[in-house]
């Protein structure tokens, strides 16, 4: 099975930088994806890691290791349209996807 | 991106009766689309994998009777809560996998459900 952990809650200022952090314990991984969801709306895709570094798309990053079973959410330059949850999925070897909990990320003006 | 839909986006209906709810990828082709359930505040929850021409895989603690699924083409897959229940009332989102590239799973925009 998969055991995924985030933090809850985070609250950010308008234009700073929001770091969501992601452990996971599974037991088989291909990969690992970071949704976006607003509230009463359908997850939207915000990036992928299946190898170990970074990847950087516009104002978000995420990061993986995979040794230490361990990824981040990088948020810069929020704007006030960023508060949403952010979702932390592992993907096994039959392509399942197990998401942890969310994080609610708050953007303050 | 790739596209999915569902219909309807919203349904409300009597305690027994049965509501089935469909997931459209649209603009590519879909050999597995994922069901997912989510309570409020809570996260999603696989309910099933569903195979083009093939029986579904349900998750643990899942009644494959209660929540019918049929994926006849590869665009399309069906979900159907039969006798529907208040507990069943929830917010439903499929997904499908694109099978190219990244196999990015791609959400709907998914179907909220209220048993009265």
């Known amino acids: 099975g998969q055991n995924i952990d985030q933090p809850t809650e985070m609250t950010a200022t308008e234009g700073a930088i929001v770091q969501i952090n992601c452990t996971y314990q599974?037991?088989?991984?291909?990969?690992l994806f970071w949704y976006q969801q607003h509230a009463g709306e359908a997850p939207t895709f915000l990036s992928y890691?299946?190898?170990?570094g970074l990847e950087e798309k516009g104002r978000f990053s995420s990061f993986l290791s995979r040794s230490k079973g361990y990824s981040y959410l990088l948020l810069k330059e929020l704007q006030m349209k960023d508060s949403a949850s952010y979702l932390c999925?592992?993907?096994?070897?039959?392509?399942?996807?197990?998401f942890g909990a969310g994080t609610t990320v708050t953007v303050r003006a | 991106g790739a596209v999915v839909s569902q219909h309807p986006s919203w349904v409300i209906c009597k305690s027994g009766t049965s509501v089935k709810i469909e997931c459209r990828s649209l603009?590519?082709?879909?050999?597995?689309m994922f069901w997912y359930r989510q309570f409020p505040k809570q996260s999603l929850m696989l309910m099933a994998t569903?195979?083009?021409?093939?029986?579904?895989?349900?998750e643990q603690g899942v009644e494959k009777d209660k929540f019918l699924i049929n994926h006849a083409s590869l665009t399309l897959s069906t979900l159907t809560v039969t006798s529907a229940h208040p507990e069943d009332s929830s917010f439903y989102i499929c997904?499908?996998?694109?099978?190219?590239?990244?196999?990015?799973?791609?959400f709907g925009p998914g179907t909220r459900l209220l048993v009265l």
């Open positions: 997904s499908a996998r694109d099978g190219t590239g990244l196999e990015t799973q791609y």
């Open positions: 599974t037991s088989g991984f291909n990969g």
């Open positions: 890691n299946v190898l170990d």
């Open positions: 999925a592992v993907r096994d070897g039959d392509y399942k996807l197990s």
């Open positions: 603009d590519f082709q879909a050999t597995t």
């Open positions: 569903s195979n083009e021409g093939s029986k579904a895989t349900y």
